[in-house]
Nanobody, 120 residues
Framework: QVQLVESGGGLVQAGGSLRLSCAASGSIFSINAMGWYRQAPGKQRELVATITSGGSTNYADSVKGRFTISRDNAKNLVYLQMNSLKPEDTAVYYC??????????????WGQGTQVTVSS
């Protein structure tokens, strides 16, 4: 069984910081791109940041300069460092990974989500 497990969410005041982590486990041959998405109440899920296996990154305009995505390929981990948090960053954050596994030659996998709440 292949799974992604997020951790690190919580409640923080505006201007504060949080670090999200996501661990991929199971029968994984390789991991291509990894990323973070978020979904606020009443809104569609949106891309926050992605990172390729080679380390190239992409960010939503709303988080550029405040969030940093990184990964540890040896440990199948991806991180999201979130600084200068704003109330509008409040959402459930989901980890995503495109992986080659024993189940399928390639596929997108999602974590269960972790809540981030930023108070004003």
């Amino acid at each position: 069984q292949v799974q992604l497990v997020e951790s690190g969410g919580g409640l923080v005041q505006a201007g504060g910081s949080l670090r999200l982590s996501c661990a991929a486990s199971g029968s994984i041959f390789s991991i291509n791109a990894m990323g973070w998405y978020r979904q606020a109440p009443g809104k569609q899920r949106e891309l926050v940041a992605t990172i390729t296996s080679g380390g190239s990154t992409n960010y939503a305009d709303s988080v550029k300069g405040r969030f940093t995505i990184s990964r540890d390929n040896a440990k199948n981990l991806v991180y999201l460092q979130m600084n200068s948090l704003k109330p509008e960053d409040t959402a459930v954050y989901y980890c995503n990974a495109n992986m080659v596994t024993v189940v399928a030659p390639t596929g997108d996998y999602w974590g269960q989500g972790t809540q981030v709440t930023v108070s004003s």
